[in-house]
């Protein structure tokens, strides 16, 4: 007879508690503090490490349809008495009117703080997102504007954006959806990053509208992720591939995310064998739920999902000096042992995903591990949001609170998202410490 694991539930309850606190008194008044933009519309995103505005002038499209991801999403989950559904509104509003290419379709990459156009292309990240936040927005406040710009983007990426012959999504476009040249252009690459935030952002509308076409988009994407993106003996995530779905070496994009704190051009060290511990289990997590949502049999992803939450516990975990390392190879060395703020959030959600799914004490461990870890070091309690980045003992390397690429769409949606976890796991295993 199979032990039955005894769960520490006065911890659950303890960091909960925590999660909580941090959540309602720290992280979301930083942001409903300062970020709404009065006078130009939409977000303010660049905060230096006190929380002061530091003037920068852009406004990104990941930026604005994160914030509004994380005020529709907290609000929805019960949080901030109504000022989330506010703010959450106040940013569509500026997306729609200030960001929506007009003659052309689909959202700008980047505006200035008056809403005037600076990069013009069409970026499947970013419209990702903005399906993602759109989607959640109605999902939250029932405002229809939210989810028919939702499927409005969703039908342009349909037309424009399918690789009709090999399957998969093509990712960089100029402002006519033309695409973009190969190389540093990005026109000649598929990602792991791209189709795993489009399989988001294909849940959140598929809950929304309950359309078929969704759904369907919603499983091939997940197919292409499980069958074209792993790693063939260790299914880990791939960073880039080509057209065909050969693999290809991971570069740096004259339009760039993941790698705005590298400063070196090219190629990247150990470009063809390297892997991301946050993206694993990000991916892993995403995945379940896209699955419940679907209401579609977790049993034939389980072993997939269990090895990329494995792969991280084992060799992504600092059990000396704690959090989560970068990345590292696919068979388990590790390259970059510094400590990114959004990996240690997603790996907090996977970790106790996997509790409640496997139910195995290894899992359990890893998610005290980091979670120790951002309480003690990532969080920075003067101003109420997290360091970017800290070295693998957890010195601040970078201090700044905001940007186009850290906003509050991993720290937030990290709180109530394992709030959540731990309620359910405290349902379903009640007994005490022993």
Not at 15 to 35: A, K, V
Not at 82 to 93: N, T
Not at 216 to 228: A, D, F, G, P, S
């Amino acid at each position: 007879m199979k032990h039955k694991q005894e769960w520490p539930k006065q911890k659950m309850q303890k960091y909960r508690n925590q999660l909580r606190r941090h959540l309602e008194n720290e992280l979301l008044p930083f942001w409903i503090d300062r970020c709404r933009d009065d006078d130009c519309g939409g977000f303010i995103t660049h905060f230096e490490e006190k929380g002061k505005d530091t003037g920068e002038d852009e406004k990104s499209l990941v930026a604005q349809a994160r914030t509004i991801y994380t005020m529709s999403s907290a609000h929805r989950s019960g949080y901030g008495d109504g000022i989330c559904e506010d703010f959450a509104r106040h940013g569509v509003d500026f997306l729609i009117e200030k960001m929506w290419d007009a003659e052309q379709g689909g959202f700008y990459w980047t505006v200035d703080r008056r809403g005037q156009v600076r990069i013009s292309k069409k970026i499947l990240y970013g419209l990702s997102f903005s399906i993602y936040a759109l989607s959640e927005y109605t999902l939250a406040t029932n405002d229809k504007r939210g989810i028919h710009y939702a499927e409005k983007t969703f039908n342009l990426i349909q037309k424009h954006a399918v690789d009709t012959m090999y399957g998969g999504y093509f990712e960089m476009f100029e402002r006519n959806w033309e695409l973009c040249e190969g190389g540093a252009g990005g026109g000649d690459r598929k990602t792991l990053d791209v189709h795993m935030h489009l399989m988001e952002a294909l849940t959140t509308l598929y809950e929304c509208t309950r359309k078929q076409v969704h759904l369907r988009k919603l499983k091939e994407v997940i197919e292409i992720l499980t069958h074209r993106m792993l790693h063939h003996q260790y299914r880990t995530g791939v960073p880039q591939f080509w057209r065909d779905w050969s693999i290809a070496p991971q570069i740096k994009f004259d339009i760039i995310w993941g790698w705005d704190r590298f400063s070196q051009k090219g190629t990247k060290v150990h470009s063809h064998d390297n892997t991301s511990f946050g993206h694993n289990v990000e991916l892993a997590w995403l995945l379940l739920h896209a699955l419940d949502i679907m209401g579609k049999d977790r049993t034939p992803y389980l072993d997939i999902i269990k090895k990329l939450l494995d792969h991280a516990a084992a060799y992504g975990i600092d059990s000396k000096w704690g959090g989560v390392f970068v990345e590292g190879s696919h068979s388990g060395d590790v390259y970059d042992r510094e400590k990114e703020f959004w990996q240690q959030a997603e790996v907090m959600i996977g970790m106790l995903d996997g509790c409640i799914h496997f139910q195995q004490k290894g899992y359990w461990d890893a998610y005290e591990n980091v979670h120790y870890f951002v309480f003690k070091h990532m969080i920075n309690r003067q101003a109420g949001e997290w360091y970017p980045l800290l070295n693998q003992k957890g010195k601040p390397i970078w201090t700044h609170m905001s940007h186009s690429w850290k906003v509050n769409y991993h720290t937030v949606r990290c709180m109530i998202q394992c709030i959540q976890r731990l309620n359910k796991l405290m349902e379903l295993f009640p007994q005490k410490i022993v």
